[in-house]
């Protein structure tokens, strides 16, 4: 159903869309030596098409996606890391939310990163 080719390192964090018809989850990807590309993509179903809906930039990763019980958003955690790459570490977490959208949206964080939240379930 969903092939992880180069550069796709993982596709992990499934969540189903509330109608089944969809399947949202979080994509690595590897670009160069110590450079990850992460995004979260929807996956339909029917027509085996994946979007993205929203993409971590720099030190940033966005992670676990779960959607409204109408469908219309997401809701997914962010992460803040010292650098980008494998030796990061995370500074801090927060909860944010995007639309399901045909084009990659910017994400609303609606924690504080004090919070450090995690987890939207």
Same mark, same amino acid.
């Given at each position: 159903? =969903?092939?992880?080719?180069?550069?796709? &390192?993982?596709?992990?964090?499934?969540?189903?869309?509330? $109608? @089944?018809?969809? &399947?949202?989850?979080?994509?690595?990807? @590897?670009?160069? %030596? #110590?450079?990850?590309?992460?995004?979260? $993509?929807? =996956?339909?179903? *029917?027509?085996?098409?994946?979007?993205?809906?929203?993409? *971590? *930039?720099?030190? $940033? #990763?966005?992670? %676990?996606?779960?959607?409204?019980? $109408? @469908?219309?958003? =997401?809701?997914? %955690?962010?992460?803040?890391?010292? #650098?980008?790459?494998?030796? @990061?570490?995370?500074?801090?977490? !927060?909860? !944010?939310?995007?639309?399901?959208?045909?084009?990659? !949206?910017? *994400?609303?964080?609606?924690?504080?990163?004090?919070?450090?939240?995690?987890?939207?379930?």
């Amino acid at each position: 159903m =969903l092939d992880c080719q180069n550069p796709c &390192l993982e596709a992990n964090y499934p969540a189903w869309s509330p $109608d @089944g018809r969809s &399947l949202a989850f979080t994509t690595f990807d @590897g670009k160069g %030596e #110590n450079t990850v590309n992460i995004r979260i $993509d929807v =996956l339909d179903l *029917a027509t085996r098409k994946i979007r993205t809906i929203t993409r *971590a *930039a720099g030190t $940033d #990763n966005v992670t %676990e996606p779960r959607w409204s019980p $109408d @469908g219309r958003t =997401l809701v997914f %955690e962010v992460q803040h890391y010292t #650098n980008a790459g494998p030796t @990061g570490k995370v500074t801090e977490t !927060a909860i !944010a939310t995007v639309p399901v959208t045909d084009h990659v !949206a910017t *994400a609303t964080v609606i924690t504080p990163w004090s919070m450090c939240a995690s987890y939207p379930d």
